[in-house]
């Protein structure tokens, strides 16, 4: 969306104006996803989703205003990315096009899959890298302070993961014709997708779950139970690396079962 909105300024219009209404727009699009979870499952209908419940603890305050904190900052990095990649694309340095008639509009429903399992790799290995125990405590450790994350956490990284994580959309575009609606659907559903991960209720329900094919999905109780126990379930929106590389957690389907109250379920019956 920063970069799409980047489409509409003024080509004349200062570095300062520009950097500060893409960060805003960066900041205000992760106050809205961020925030309207938090307001929606821990304040509005808290008692409602309990059952749900990942984890039967509640974030403190402490931690939500630590996750807050590194956030903000990671949104700056973000805007900074943002607008280097659109100056490479002023350049012609990327393959980033106008004219959607170019590809064709199967092109682009194409290239939003593309954007996706291309994300989904890169953070699988760059996610397992950086739990290496020489790397965790200088880029990784930020994140897993919070062992119980709330949706604000979904940003809260050190500045230098905060590089890492942007640094799919600049091998994106350099390597894909990419649109920038194409961007902005795939910016939408990866930050949609990482509120979901550090929601702390698991909302996958059993039935899609349970099919061939939704067990390829990743739920929200995998994310969070790499945030309790730190080791394995290192992908991001399928289990596609986890299976073939043998990372998932041995707790994921016992744990699943008890946010969704499946085990009950199958017991009553």
Known sequence: MAFLLNQFLPADLGLP????????NVVLRYLLFA????????VWKRRQWLARRIQPRFPTSAQIRQEIRYSLLTAGIFAAIFLLVFAARKAGLTRIYSDLHAYGWGYLALSIGL??????????????LMHHPRLFRYVHRVHHLSHNPSPWAAYAFHPLEAIIEAGILPLAVLVLPVHPLAL????????????????????????????????WQNTGTHHNLHHQLTKGNYGLYFNF???????????NEERYQQATGAARQTTAA
């Open 17 to 24: 104006a520009r950097s500060g209404l893409v960060l805003a």
């Open 35 to 42: 925030g309207g979870a938090y307001l929606f499952f821990y």
């Open 115 to 128: 954007l996706v399992l291309l994300h989904d790799t890169y953070f699988y290995w760059t996610h397992r």
């Open 184 to 215: 902005l659907v795939f910016g939408l559903y990866t930050l949609t997708f990482n509120v979901i991960g550090h929601l702390g209720y698991e909302l996958l329900p059993p039935r899609l779950h349970g099919h061939w094919l939704g067990r």
């Open 241 to 251: 690396w986890d299976t073939w590389m043998g990372t998932n957690h041995k707790l």
